[in-house]
């Protein structure tokens, strides 16, 4: 069955102009970009968006540094597509990512990571119309 995910381009990420060689990772690996558009977050978006992770210790930190600069919101659909973008992403620590993913390519460090993937069926019921309403998925 298609599924969706919801993808981000960190504001690392696209600060080093590394938005295309991502996307043509994606899109090489059979995801459809069914919804993609650049935005800014301000610091109370990504709180609002990070909510999950509200009593961890980096959240003023993660939050701050996706509010710094432009990102790229994106729903991915694929079969499969949840658990299939996390595998090509890699660890959430570059360092521990497998070659060959966009974490270990394109990642500075475990907060600087480049992408951010929905986890599970429930988050990216969350994160799509966070930045999505249905009209804006083609
Ligand atoms: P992401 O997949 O977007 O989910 C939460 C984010 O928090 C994660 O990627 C990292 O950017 C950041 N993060 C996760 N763990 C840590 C950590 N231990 N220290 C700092 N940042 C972290």
Redesign the pocket.
């Known amino acids: 069955m298609l599924e969706r995910t919801l993808a ?1 381009i ?1 504001p690392d990420a696209v600060a080093s102009k590394y938005t295309g060689k991502i996307i043509e990772m994606l899109e090489e690996s059979g995801f459809s970009i069914i919804g993609m558009k650049k935005i800014k977050l301000s610091k109370e978006d990504a709180k609002k968006f ?1 909510i999950v ?1 509200k009593d ?1 210790p ?1 959240y003023d ?2 939050t701050t ?1 996706m509010s710094e600069g432009p990102i790229i919101v994106m729903v991915l659909e694929k079969e499969n597509a949840i658990e299939d973008y996390r595998k090509l992403m890699g660890a ?1 620590n570059p360092e521990e990512a497998e070659e060959g993913t966009i974490r270990k390519r394109f990642g500075k460090n ?4 480049a992408v ?2 929905s ?1 599970s069926k429930e988050s990216a019921s969350f994160e799509i119309p966070f930045f999505f309403s249905e009209i804006e998925l083609v």
């Open positions: 981000i960190k990070y992770h961890r980096f930190s993660l540094f959430t475990i907060e600087r990571n951010h993937g986890d």
